[in-house]
């Protein structure tokens, strides 16, 4: 980068010391050649009085004038021949000349311009410009002298953001050897800046965040499923084991065979659950979504439900005053909202009533799923969306552990969020945020 600011710098300076110069010639030039039009457009004598009046009124020395005959002869002026490569009635460029000093004579090299008179006369204007030169000379020095202070600066610049990048870069490499070697708790280092690498680690560190959590829910995860599929599988070991010793008779065969088979079909229940949570987090539903009548799908989830809320005694209602529509895959939410309400029922006593309602705002729906139940206690509202938690208190009743997990990811799949709601008498809530179409 240093090298690239260099080149740049010195071809700048190369641009600026050229048009220096071509404008300071130019300039002069112009004022030869002024010069020459005046003095041609004077009489004949007015003319040598005006080439010895510019010679003497030139302190510095640099005008060259001269007035020759037709032949050649020097008439007025300090020049002492015209000059062999001087081209008579051009443009101003540069000859060779010899001038008239009292100390001598001096060759210079200068420019000018010739012209032949109508009396047969040649004028011949010309000035030196060494002091162009100085100036170009000057200007030229000027940017030399700028030039090193600000290629020094630009390399210290340079050196010093090389620095803190490498620093920045080993500290970031130590703590991803950290990560590698186990560390799950490691960060990226980020400041607190607008800058592209600290959004880059604020990035990597949510990357972090969520792959510690999913390495430790897997973590549990594997002796969760090794627990919950020994058991079933367990009892149908000893069921078969028992039937071969001890059964009789057909019947009891048969029997034994029902409990092995109901054992292994709770092991095929968790195994399927796993897989439609792998299905589900993965976003493999995505694509498929579409306008979803959330009045509808609420309706028919009563309905379904309301067989088996009569058949354990429980008043299963629907409120439902709007017709609300949300983006997303109609069976994942009807599998969501039954989840809850299966539960709503399945822990609800006799007598009780569960309550499914759709309220609508300006800015959100809400899907709400109420009961009388004993709820869930302040201290489980993050622990029952676990994978395979089972509370004490529901260790006798069916079920695998999986069913608010699955509603969870269903939820998260769609942007929405699952709100429980703590305290005697269960309440979930599941909030679709943004405005609804009716």
Request: hydrophobic share 40%; proline share 4%; charged share 25%.
């Amino acid at each position: 980068m240093a090298g690239v600011f260099a080149v740049l710098v010195i071809t700048l300076f190369g641009f600026i010391y050229w048009k220096v110069d071509d404008y300071l010639i130019t300039r002069s030039d112009r004022m030869i050649s002024s010069q020459l039009d005046f003095i041609a457009g004077l009489p004949g004598e007015q003319q040598l009085s005006a080439i010895n009046q510019n010679l003497k009124q030139d302190s510095r020395g640099v005008q060259h004038a001269g007035l020759f005959g037709a032949n050649g002869r020097r008439i007025a002026g300090n020049m002492e021949r015209i000059p062999p490569e001087l081209r008579l009635n051009d443009i101003v460029h540069n000859v060779s000349v010899i001038r008239m000093l009292p100390t001598g004579r001096d060759a210079r090299v200068i420019r000018a311009i010739a012209r032949t008179m109508p009396n047969g006369n040649t004028l011949v204007i010309g000035r030196e410009v060494d002091e162009t030169r100085e100036i170009s000379h000057v200007v030229g020095q000027a940017l030399a002298l700028g030039l090193l202070p600000a290629l020094c600066l630009c390399l210290l610049a340079g050196a010093l953001l090389s620095m803190r990048a490498q620093k920045r870069v080993e500290e970031v490499n130590k703590r991803v050897q950290r990560i590698i070697a186990g560390d799950l708790s490691e960060r990226l280092p980020h400041r607190n800046a607008d800058e592209p690498f600290s959004k880059l680690a604020v990035i990597v560190n949510g990357m972090l965040d969520e792959m510690e959590t999913m390495i430790h829910a897997l973590a549990g995860v594997g002796n969760d499923i090794a627990h919950d599929l020994r058991t079933p599988l367990t009892r149908a070991r000893l069921a078969l084991e028992r039937g071969r010793t001890n059964a009789t008779t057909v019947e009891h065969l048969q029997t034994v065979a029902d409990k092995a088979i109901a054992s292994i079909d709770q092991s095929l229940a968790i195994i399927t659950a796993l897989l439609r949570l792998a299905e589900i987090e993965n976003s493999r539903r995505s694509a498929a979504f579409g306008s979803v009548p959330l009045h509808e799908m609420l309706r028919e989830v009563c309905d379904l439900y309301e067989p088996i809320a009569e058949n354990k005694k429980v008043d299963l209602r629907a409120k439902v005053k709007y017709n609300r529509n949300v983006l997303g895959d109609r069976d994942l939410l009807f599998e969501a909202v039954a989840n809850l309400v299966d539960n709503a029922i399945k822990f609800t006593p006799e007598g009780g009533r569960v309550g499914i309602e759709l309220e609508s705002g300006d800015e959100k729906t809400i899907v709400r799923i109420t009961d009388t139940g004993p709820g869930i206690s302040e201290q489980e509202r993050e622990a029952v969306l676990r994978r395979f938690y089972r509370s004490d208190k529901i260790r006798s009743t069916p079920g695998v552990g999986l069913g608010l997990n699955l509603v969870a990811a269903i939820v998260k799949l769609h942007g929405f969020r699952l709100a429980i709601h703590p305290g005697p008498g269960g309440r979930m809530e599941i909030i679709c945020p943004g405005r609804q179409s009716g």
